[in-house]
């Protein structure tokens, strides 16, 4: 079994549950801290920290996008960036790593981007966090790991 497929395995329950549970219910957040969900349009972050601690912040917008950076910032979650040629990195969320120098030293665990457009797999972002646009219903996913950390799991219809 491919990484990622073992990856999919693990993670698709948290993530289900996250995502099922419903946007800023306290059942869908386990640590974010001002998840902004209400009705109308909304976007979905969700974060799983090296030790497996999921990370979830639904955001509710107006319009009929929200640029990614914005969602993130509107998440609850902690996180800290660096701008490189290709966009915003993301090099710290929820504190972790707890320290660093680079955003994607050489041979280290970095912060790895998904979207979900609200159906069909994750898909790897090609771009920088603040690059991208958002449409009701899709989502981030953030995974730090190694190497090519493994996509997250497909959102469950419905979230």
Not at 1 to 13: D, F, G
Not at 54 to 70: E, H, N, R
Not at 120 to 137: H, T, Y
Not at 139 to 145: E, N, P, S, V
Request: charge should be positive; proline fraction near 8%.
């Amino acid at each position: 079994m491919r990484s990622s497929q073992v990856a999919s395995a693990i993670l698709a329950p948290v993530f289900a549950a996250v995502l099922l549970a419903g946007c800023g219910s306290p059942a869908a957040t386990t640590a974010a801290a001002g998840a902004q969900c209400g009705s109308g349009p909304r976007v979905e972050v969700v974060v799983e920290l090296a030790s497996k601690k999921v990370v979830d912040g639904c955001v509710s917008f107006k319009g009929s996008k929200i640029p990614a950076l914005t969602a993130m910032k509107h998440s609850g979650i902690e996180f800290a960036q660096q701008h490189f040629s290709f966009g915003n990195a993301i090099c710290q969320i929820d504190h972790e790593p707890k320290s660093y120098s680079h955003c994607f030293a050489s041979g280290q665990p970095y912060w790895a981007l998904f979207t979900w457009s609200g159906k069909g797999p994750w898909k790897v972002a090609q771009v920088g966090v603040s690059q991208i646009e958002l449409r009701n219903g899709n989502a981030l996913g953030w995974h730090f790991g190694p190497g090519t950390p493994s996509a997250p799991p497909k959102p469950p219809k419905g979230s």
